[in-house]
């Protein structure tokens, strides 16, 4: 085991007593709920105010689930004992194991009807047997040791975000925090699994870059760090990769830190708010009003795409 003496800030954090929600007449909301909202606001009606049963099994999802869960779990062994013991981990059987465990999980959900096939899952399976092994391989280039610190994985955010409604509270949960004790500076970083990585398209959308930067600004307040001193940044993780001549080695891993000053902090901040200004009255309860439809062109991956009993506008 590493003989290092974790940094007192960190201890802070890691003990910090966390907001609890009393939902008999709180609240909470998300990211997801949020996005759902600037995507659609009848599609948030639908899904958060009137909880129309929505299917959300696939095997996307849980494969996403299960690789997030056993690179956190290598994270964990690698700072908070070592890297000898982290690289000795059997990711490949854990990773079986865990997308066999998320997979039935959602099965179950799914009324016990299959949402994938065998092939499929193999398929699935293999390619995250390729993203681990590339990780573990290139590791020091994403998780380094010297000087750094596991805040840790699936970090709480509970939070009032606008106390002229103290009654809704904003919860998430930050996938993996880290700390350089040489620079004083915190690193939020969410994992995403994509097919073949972001396009320039997916780092333009600001609905993506809004979960970091709240992330950032709730962190800071909640666990009393100036903002000036976190970064924010996604880690995707590639299942295919383009076969490339050019290239010995193909990168499945792609990194992109989106802008998170003040100007796209305002912006962000001001849209949660009208959400939560349109959505909720001021002790919580939720509007008895109804929701116009954003018609476009995404409509068709809609739940609710033709379903006239619930949305007439697609």
């Known amino acids: 085991m590493d003989k290092r003496t974790t940094p007192l800030i960190v201890e802070n954090i890691q003990n910090t007593e966390q907001l609890s929600v009393d939902y008999s007449y709180q609240k909470s909301i998300s990211y997801s709920q949020f996005s759902t909202y600037l995507s659609c606001p009848k599609k948030w009606e639908l ?78 399976y293999e390619d995250g047997i390729e993203i681990i092994r590339y990780f ?29 409604y103290s009654n809704v509270i904003y919860k998430g949960y930050l996938d993996v925090v880290m700390y350089d004790e040489s620079t004083n500076i915190f690193r939020i970083i969410d994992l995403k699994t994509s097919t073949r990585g972001w396009t320039q398209d997916n780092k333009s959308d600001e609905a ?21 001193n976190i970064e924010v940044e996604f880690i995707i993780l590639k299942r295919k990769i383009y076969e490339s001549k050019f290239e010995a080695t193909q990168n499945r891993i792609q990194t992109f830190s989106p802008a998170s000053g003040k100007i796209k902090t305002k912006r962000a901040t001001t849209l949660l708010t009208s959400f939560i200004e349109d959505v909720f009255e001021t002790n919580g309860a939720l509007k008895d009003k109804s929701y116009k439809a954003n018609v476009s062109k995404g409509c068709k991956y809609c739940p609710f795409y033709k379903r006239k009993e619930y949305c007439s506008e697609s």
């Open 47 to 124: 899904q958060y105010k009137e909880k129309v049963p929505v299917s959300n099994v696939s095997i996307n999802f849980s494969f996403g689930t299960a690789i997030h869960e056993v690179l956190q779990h290598y994270l964990d062994v690698l700072y908070n004992q070592s890297a000898p013991e982290a690289d000795e981990l059997d990711l490949e059987t854990l990773f079986e194991e865990t997308l066999s465990k998320e997979y039935k999980k959602a099965y179950d959900q799914n009324d016990k009807v299959h949402f994938s096939s065998p092939g499929e899952l193999t398929e699935f």
């Open 136 to 164: 573990k391989d290139h590791r020091r280039d994403y998780f380094d040791k010297k000087n750094q610190y596991l805040v840790g994985c699936e970090i709480p955010i509970v939070i009032i975000p606008n106390t002229a």
């Open 208 to 228: 993506k870059q809004f979960q970091l930067i709240f992330y950032k600004k709730y962190f800071a307040e909640q666990y009393n760090v100036p903002e000036d």
